[in-house]
């Protein structure tokens, strides 16, 4: 089963930016869909954004689109989140997922079966 590792996070301040990188364990996660979950402080974990395998069109949450941008590299077996003007409500530890089954509910925590420690990302006012 492919492993996932999450890096980049971090404390920064509010309108700063931060790119999270998830690094796969083998090529198969070419074949997977990739996401982006978030849990922040007393609150369930939530998606935030998903990639298809090919990439196509990704998905986002009403929360950070626009201001966040989910992209893979499949030659080197990474997804990252690039988030941009961050903000206090941003702050919470930040998950991927990956699953091999189809698109249909990528928004689904229980559809995914692999997932990454998670990096925490403090966004201070």
């Known amino acids: 089963q492919v492993q996932l590792v999450e890096s980049g996070g971090g404390l920064v301040q509010a309108g700063a930016s931060l790119r999270l990188s998830c690094a796969a364990s083998?090529?198969?996660?070419?074949?997977?869909?990739m996401a982006w979950f978030r849990q922040a402080p007393g609150k369930e974990r939530e998606f935030v954004a998903a990639i298809a395998w090919l990439g196509g069109s990704p998905s986002y949450s009403d929360s950070v689109k626009g201001r966040f941008t989910i992209s893979r590299d499949n030659a080197k077996n990474t997804v990252y989140l690039q988030m941009n003007s961050l903000k206090p409500e941003h702050t919470g530890v930040y998950y991927c997922a990956g699953k091999r089954t189809g698109w249909d509910k990528h928004y689904d925590q229980l559809t995914y079966d692999t997932w990454g420690p998670g990096t925490q990302v403090t966004v201070s006012s």
């Open positions: 083998d090529r198969t996660f070419s074949t997977h869909i």
